[in-house]
């Protein structure tokens, strides 16, 4: 358990040079896929009759307990992590944009789109068992602990494929407005995936001699793995090298785009809004190591489990070996296959021109599914305003973004052509030691006037 830790420690410090993804240049008023993705509707306002998405990448960290100044530093990471009485929240997120296409015929909008997604999370982990098993209590200021657990604590890793096909039409339109709807059915490829869930964790640690001991313990586990990572899950190879598995899953993404036109069709619009619901749906892990087991844990009277044992353990198959040879854990149910929902959220955004070349965007992702769940890959709730300086091949913004899990986050971003670079966090992580890092690139071609 504690090189499981140390990989998330290490993946936060390999990513500090990088809030949601694309932040700032997923509202752009050069429409194309990117934006697509946001919400399918805006592909019947293309500004290219055909675009070529080549490439993009966008990594995001965000975390309540890590500031960058951590990272810098020679303290002890998972002491930090571990430190305090607020649960542990982390989310690592990497989304690839691979090879693409989208063009306008008519009335119509039409894309395929090819996604890699990575994932790695820490849901509301009690510090002190946390801190129990990673630095043997060395955080706690009592010998005795008392574990209250409300919460379903999650580690979490996923890795899946998409192809998406969309389509958008423009429904209704004036001199003044313009209505589209659209829409995104998506192809899953499930790669791999490790779920630890411990449900209302209630219990004593204490901590003898260096030695940390769980007694008078009551939990529900699920223990669930697929793929590479039941093998091991402190390998970040195997987080790359297992994206995309056979198809098995279905997911959907409904939009609506609304947007107030100028009467000087060359200055573009006023007001450019959209809703869209994204990610319905969900997919099935089918590897040949499958296993989905639900858990009683319980100890009682003088009887107590040794937290170093996990010390050295790299996956979820020891863990789930040690818990078993103790004895105090009792199978309730267990599945081979099993399903994991996709992480659905509904965005509502607007795009204003408050004088030419100079707007400002509003974008707002609720997530509508519970990150406690143990089949439920986790989403963030999040606010962005974005002021931006555009014109035709040359934007410059600076996305601010109100995160759930690490706050107030700023950054800056570019956009010449095709080509775009940013992150939503650099500003601050620079002069308020953010909890939060992100980073984006990508390049795309665009041909024939829309």
């Given at each position: 358990m504690k090189k499981i830790v140390a990989l998330i420690c290490l993946n936060l410090s390999l990513l500090s040079i990088a809030q949601d993804q694309y932040s700032g240049i997923s509202t752009s008023k050069r429409t194309g896929i990117l934006n697509g993705t946001f919400n399918p509707a805006e592909l019947a306002s293309l500004n290219s009759k055909v675009e070529i998405h080549l490439f993009s990448l966008s990594t995001n960290v965000a975390n309540n307990k890590l500031g960058f100044n951590d990272l810098t530093s020679d303290t002890d990471l998972e002491e930090i992590l571990f430190t305090g009485s607020e649960p542990v929240n982390l989310r690592l997120d990497v989304e690839i944009l691979g090879p693409s296409l989208a063009f306008k015929y008519k009335k119509w909008g039409f894309g395929v789109s090819s996604k890699a997604f990575g994932?790695?999370?820490?849901?509301?982990?009690?510090?002190?068992?946390?801190?129990?098993?990673?630095?043997?209590?060395?955080?706690?200021?009592?010998?005795?602990?008392?574990l209250i657990g409300n919460n379903n604590q999650r580690l979490n890793g996923t890795t899946y494929g998409e192809l998406g096909?969309?389509?958008?039409?423009?429904?209704?339109?004036?001199?003044?407005?313009?209505?589209?709807a659209g829409?995104?059915?998506?192809?899953?490829?499930?790669?791999?995936?490790?779920?630890?869930?411990?449900?209302?964790?209630?219990?004593?640690?204490?901590?003898?001699?260096g030695n940390s001991f769980l007694t008078n313990t009551n939990a529900t586990l699920n223990i669930a793995y697929s793929g590479s990572l039941a093998d091991s899950f402190s390998d970040f190879e195997d987080y790359r090298?297992?994206?995309?598995?056979?198809?098995n899953g279905l997911g959907l993404d409904i939009g609506a785009q609304f947007t107030l036109k100028d009467s000087d069709k060359s200055k573009g619009y006023k007001i450019n809004s959209g809703i869209s619901i994204r990610n319905i749906g969900s997919m099935k892990f089918t590897d040949t190591n499958n296993s989905s087991t639900d858990y009683s844990l319980i100890i009682q009277g003088s009887e107590s489990l040794n937290l170093s044992q996990f010390d050295d353990v790299e996956s979820l198959q020891e863990i789930e070996q040690i818990l078993l040879d103790s004895g105090f854990l009792t199978a309730v149910t267990s599945n081979r296959d099993f399903k994991v929902k996709l992480p659905t959220v509904i965005n509502i955004y607007s795009d204003f021109?408050?004088?030419?070349?100079?707007?400002?965007?509003?974008?707002?992702?609720?997530?509508?599914?519970?990150?406690?769940?143990?089949?439920?890959?986790?989403?963030q709730n999040t606010l962005t305003l974005t002021p931006r300086f555009s014109l035709k091949?040359?934007?410059?913004?600076?996305?601010?973004?109100?995160?759930?899990i690490s706050g107030l986050n700023g950054g800056i971003g570019f956009r010449a052509g095709g080509f775009f670079i940013g992150s939503g966090s650099v500003i601050t992580t620079l002069i308020n030691d953010s909890k939060h890092a992100d980073f984006y690139l990508g390049f795309r071609l665009g041909f024939g006037k829309s």
């Open positions: 994932k790695l999370n820490l849901v509301d982990i009690d510090v002190n068992i946390g801190d129990a098993i990673s630095n043997s209590g060395i955080n706690s200021i009592l010998n005795s602990t008392a096909i969309s389509v958008a039409r423009n429904i209704w339109e004036n001199e003044k407005y313009n209505f589209n829409a995104t059915v998506k192809l899953l490829f499930p790669g791999s995936y490790a779920n630890f869930g411990a449900n209302q964790l209630n219990g004593t640690v204490t901590t003898v001699a090298n297992s994206v995309f598995g056979s198809l021109r408050l004088v030419p070349s100079l707007y400002l965007s509003v974008f707002w992702q609720q997530k509508l599914n519970d990150d406690n769940l143990n089949d439920q890959i986790t989403a091949h040359f934007e410059v913004f600076s996305p601010w973004t109100q995160n759930e």
